[in-house]
């Protein structure tokens, strides 16, 4: 980094160095969130790299789906402050595609996959939702880049779970944001798919955009991934994956519930 944008902070006496926001694709600050009496989130301090591929890493009901959703808005945040590529999130949501998790679709409504990538050009589309030629051409390649451009006249209610994953891919594709954050995108997918997927990821990456996936399989977490977002409703750690996604963090992430044998499996490095 040549001009190295710093704002020295204060933390219990030691001087640290925080990137400026605008310089993060996304920041998080002390973020708390609670459906109830309970916090699904608290207190969480995030600060996604630019053109990093992170990936957020925890237990169940760790609150990484309710993470993203009180970055995105979805889901209102107690507390706490989100910056994306420096400014609230209300103003960019334009650079911003978000893929949820399958299983909180509903798959009954009726309707086609052309359509549903389509969804992914609203903004541009505008009030009348007029969707010209060039709008389904361009729908109609990323549904190609994902390899569904056969089934773009199917409803999606009739794909497999695999195949909508996709779907949902090729409409944030459409959208050609700067920043994807994707909710368990390898769930319940077949190993095809799954690589076709990772590929599409990594290649967005390569386009100098930043991509941020919860992610269960501690298996495939270094081969995927630059970085890593270690969470149990607090951060636990967070940096790139060499460094963070160690056997002692996984251990103060998931406690108990991982067997050691399990993460001496990972064959992880030892901090
Ligand atoms: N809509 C909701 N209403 C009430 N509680 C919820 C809701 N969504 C999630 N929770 C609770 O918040 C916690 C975090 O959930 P979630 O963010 O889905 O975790 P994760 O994605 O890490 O599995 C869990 O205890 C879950 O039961
Ligand atoms: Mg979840």
């Known amino acids: 980094m040549s001009e190295v944008a710093l704002e020295l902070a204060s933390n219990e006496g030691k001087a640290v160095a925080k990137p400026l926001p605008a310089d993060s694709p996304l920041l998080i600050q002390e973020l708390t969130v609670a459906y109830g009496e309970k916090p699904a989130v608290f207190s969480v301090d995030a600060s996604i790299q630019p053109q990093s591929m992170?990936?957020?890493?925890?237990?169940n009901g760790a609150g990484k789906s309710t993470l993203l959703k009180a970055v995105l808005g979805i889901v209102p945040r107690l507390s706490g402050k989100v910056l994306v590529f420096g400014e609230p999130i209300e103003n960019v949501m334009q650079r911003v595609a978000y893929v949820p998790q399958r299983a909180s679709v509903d798959w009954d409504f009726p309707t086609r996959v052309i359509d549903v990538v389509l969804m992914g050009l609203y903004r541009e589309l505008g009030l009348l939702r007029l969707v010209r030629r060039a709008h389904r051409e361009r729908a109609l390649a990323c549904l190609d880049r994902v390899g569904m451009a056969d089934f773009?006249?199917?409803q999606i209610g009739q794909l497999s779970g695999g195949?909508?994953?996709?779907?949902f891919l090729a409409r944030a594709l459409a959208q050609n944001a700067d920043l994807y954050l994707l909710d368990e995108p390898f769930a319940g997918v077949d190993a095809a798919t799954e690589r076709a997927i990772i590929d599409v990821l990594k290649a967005l990456r390569g386009e100098k955009r930043t991509v941020v996936c919860v992610h269960h399989d501690l298996a495939t977490v270094s081969d995927y991934f630059s970085n890593v977002l270690l969470?149990?409703?607090r951060k636990i750690a967070e940096g790139p994956v060499a460094t963070t996604f160690t056997a002692e963090n996984l251990q103060k992430t998931y406690g108990g519930r991982l067997a050691t044998a399990h993460i001496d499996q990972l064959k992880l490095p030892v901090a």
């Open 54 to 59: 992170t990936a957020i890493v925890g237990p």
């Open 152 to 154: 773009a006249d199917r």
């Open 163 to 167: 195949q909508q994953q996709r779907v």
């Open 231 to 233: 969470i149990n409703i």
